[in-house]
C-alpha cells in the first residue's frame, strides 16, 4: 500500500501545551499527514477551538476526551461534540456510557471510539485499579461490549489488536496509541509495537505522537513512519 493511501491511517498526536506549537506542528508536517488527534493537554489550551479550524481546513480530527459520565450527560456531550466536524471520539468502554452516546451520535457520522485499557497499563496497574482481569481479558470483553453496543471503533494497545479484530470484525475501526518505529524509545508506554507490527496485528489507524512531535525534522518522521507502514 502507498504512503499516501496510508495518510488516513496515520493519526499524529497534537500533545502540545498550547495551540500555536500545534499550528507549527501541522505547518510543518503539511500535506504528508491529514489526521491528528487532540488530548486533554492541548483540548484545554484552546485546542477544542483549533479542531474546529483543522476540521475547517478539511483535515481530519480524533478528539480524545475519554467521556464517562451519567448517561444523559455523555448523550448531551456527545451531541455537542458531533456539531463540531470532527472525525473520532473517545470514550471509556462502559456498556451504559457507550449505548448512550451511540444514540447521540445517530446519523451525524462522527466515529465513536472505546477506549478499553490505556497502553500505560499493565497486569499490576489493573490490579492495584480493583479490576479482576488481566489487560487482554478486560481488552476483548471490552471490545465485545462496543460490538454489540453499535461503537464505530476501538482504542487498544497494538498487542492486543489481534485479538480484537478478531472479535469485531472488519468494519470497525482498531485505533491503537503506543506505537513505537523500530528502535524508539518507549518512554512511559508499557503495550507497544512498532507500525508495521500494528498493521499486519489488525490495527486500522496508528496514533504516533512524540515520535513524531518531537523529532529535528516532524516531516522526515513521519514519512519515515509511512514508509514503515507501507511494507506491513
Same mark, same amino acid.
Given at each position: 500500500?502507498?504512503?499516501?493511501?496510508?495518510?488516513?491511517?496515520?493519526?499524529?498526536?497534537?500533545?502540545? !501545551?498550547?495551540?500555536?506549537?500545534?499550528?507549527?506542528?501541522? $505547518?510543518?508536517?503539511?500535506?504528508?499527514?491529514?489526521?491528528?488527534?487532540?488530548?486533554?493537554?492541548?483540548?484545554?489550551?484552546?485546542?477544542?477551538?483549533?479542531?474546529?479550524?483543522?476540521?475547517?481546513?478539511?483535515?481530519?480530527?480524533?478528539?480524545?476526551?475519554?467521556?464517562?459520565?451519567?448517561?444523559?450527560?455523555?448523550?448531551?456531550?456527545?451531541?455537542?461534540?458531533?456539531?463540531?466536524?470532527?472525525?473520532?471520539?473517545?470514550?471509556?468502554?462502559?456498556?451504559?456510557?457507550?449505548?448512550?452516546?451511540?444514540?447521540?451520535?445517530?446519523?451525524?457520522?462522527?466515529?465513536?471510539?472505546?477506549?478499553?485499557?490505556?497502553?500505560?497499563?499493565?497486569?499490576?496497574?489493573?490490579?492495584?485499579?480493583?479490576?479482576?482481569?488481566?489487560?487482554?481479558?478486560?481488552?476483548?470483553?471490552?471490545?465485545?461490549?462496543?460490538?454489540?453496543?453499535?461503537?464505530?471503533?476501538?482504542?487498544?494497545?497494538?498487542?492486543?489488536?489481534?485479538?480484537?479484530?478478531?472479535?469485531?470484525?472488519?468494519?470497525?475501526?482498531?485505533?491503537?496509541? !503506543?506505537?513505537?518505529?523500530?528502535?524508539?524509545?518507549?518512554?512511559?508506554?508499557?503495550?507497544?509495537?512498532?507500525?508495521?507490527?500494528?498493521?499486519?496485528?489488525?490495527?486500522?489507524?496508528?496514533?504516533?505522537?512524540?515520535?513524531?512531535?518531537?523529532?529535528? $525534522?516532524?516531516?522526515?518522521?513521519?514519512?519515515?513512519?509511512?514508509?514503515?507502514?507501507?511494507?506491513?
Amino acid at each position: 500500500m502507498s504512503r499516501d493511501m496510508l495518510a488516513d491511517r496515520l493519526i499524529v498526536g497534537l500533545d502540545v !501545551g498550547s495551540v500555536e506549537e500545534a499550528r507549527r506542528v501541522v $505547518d510543518e508536517l503539511g500535506d504528508a499527514v491529514s489526521f491528528y488527534k487532540i488530548g486533554y493537554q492541548l483540548a484545554f489550551a484552546g485546542g477544542l477551538e483549533f479542531a474546529r479550524v483543522l476540521a475547517a481546513e478539511g483535515k481530519k480530527v480524533f478528539l480524545d476526551m475519554k467521556l464517562l459520565d451519567i448517561d444523559n450527560t455523555v448523550a448531551r456531550g456527545v451531541e455537542s461534540i458531533a456539531r463540531m466536524g470532527v472525525a473520532m471520539l473517545t470514550l471509556h468502554a462502559y456498556p451504559k456510557a457507550m449505548k448512550a452516546a451511540v444514540e447521540a451520535a445517530r446519523g451525524s457520522g462522527l466515529c465513536l471510539l472505546g477506549v478499553t485499557v490505556l497502553t500505560s497499563m499493565d497486569e499490576q496497574d489493573l490490579i492495584e485499579a480493583g479490576y479482576g482481569y488481566d489487560p487482554q481479558a478486560l481488552v476483548t470483553r471490552r471490545a465485545g461490549q462496543a460490538l454489540a453496543a453499535g461503537m464505530g471503533g476501538i482504542v487498544c494497545a497494538a498487542t492486543e489488536a489481534a485479538a480484537v479484530r478478531g472479535i469485531v470484525g472488519p468494519s470497525m475501526a482498531v485505533v491503537t496509541p !503506543g506505537i513505537r518505529p523500530a528502535g524508539a524509545e518507549h518512554g512511559d508506554q508499557k503495550r507497544v509495537m512498532t507500525p508495521r507490527e500494528a498493521l499486519a496485528a489488525g490495527a486500522s489507524h496508528l496514533v504516533v505522537a512524540r515520535p513524531i512531535v518531537c523529532a529535528v $525534522d516532524r516531516q522526515a518522521a513521519a514519512r519515515s513512519i509511512l514508509d514503515e507502514m507501507a511494507s506491513a
